[in-house]
C-alpha cells in the first residue's frame, strides 16, 4: 500500500514510488490540515489541470480564477485516502473520506468549487495502468495563503522513471519537496 491506497497489478512501482515521494513532500511543504489522493484508473493528461467540465456538452470550460474539482467521472476513481494532521503535526490515515467527485454530466460540475467541497484540503490525483501505458501522471491542488497552487507532474518509463513534463512544478520545488517528506501514520 502506498498512501493508504492499495497498488494494483498494473501499477508501475517505481512510478508509484514517485507519486509517494512527490505527494509527501508537496505536504510537508505546505503542511495542510488535510489531504485526499485519488487514483484515477489509466493515465490522464495535463488537459485536466483545472479542467471545470463541458458547457453545452461539447465545449471545454477551464477555471482559473474559482477552481473546481476535475470533473473525473465516479468510475474512473478506482481508490481514494484521506490522511488528517494530528495534534503532533504528523499525518493519519483516517479513510476513505468523502465522494468530492461529481456524479453527474460534467456541466453539473461547475458549482463543485475546491474552497466549498474541499476546504483547506490539499487534492492529489495519480494515473493507474502506468505498467501498460509506461507512462505516468500526478497532478495536484493545494491551499496556500492566497490562492490554490495547481500543478502537473508527468513520467515516463526508464531506469529510473523520468519526468517528462512539468506544469507549474518547477525543478526547485521539486527539490525542496524530496527534502520535506513527511511521515505517515496508519498507512
Excluded at 56 to 63: D, K, N, P, T
Excluded at 133 to 145: D, E
Aim: charged share 20%; with cysteine.
Amino acid at each position: 500500500m502506498i498512501l493508504g491506497i492499495q497498488t494494483y497489478d498494473d501499477d508501475n512501482v517505481d512510478f508509484i514510488a514517485e507519486v509517494d515521494c512527490v505527494i509527501r513532500g508537496v505536504v510537508g511543504m505546505y503542511t495542510p490540515p488535510r489531504f485526499m489522493v485519488f487514483r484515477i484508473n489509466n493515465w490522464f493528461g495535463d488537459n485536466w489541470l483545472q479542467f471545470t467540465g463541458k458547457a453545452l456538452g461539447a465545449i471545454g470550460v477551464w477555471q482559473k480564477t474559482r477552481a473546481t474539482v476535475p470533473p473525473f467521472v465516479q468510475n474512473r476513481i478506482t481508490a481514494q485516502s484521506l490522511f488528517e494532521r494530528s495534534s503532533d503535526n504528523q499525518y493519519v490515515h483516517v479513510g476513505t473520506g468523502p465522494n468530492i467527485h461529481n456524479d453527474g454530466p460534467s456541466s453539473h460540475n461547475f458549482g463543485n468549487h475546491v474552497l466549498t467541497t474541499a476546504p483547506d484540503t490539499s487534492l492529489f490525483w495519480y494515473s493507474g495502468n502506468s505498467k501498460r501505458n509506461g507512462r505516468g501522471s500526478i497532478m495536484g491542488s493545494t491551499p496556500s495563503p492566497k490562492k490554490y497552487w495547481w500543478w502537473y507532474l508527468e513520467y515516463v518509463a526508464a531506469d529510473p522513471w523520468r519526468l517528462s513534463k512539468q506544469i507549474d512544478f518547477h525543478d526547485n520545488e521539486l527539490a525542496l519537496a524530496r527534502d520535506r517528506m513527511v511521515t505517515l501514520i496508519g498507512t
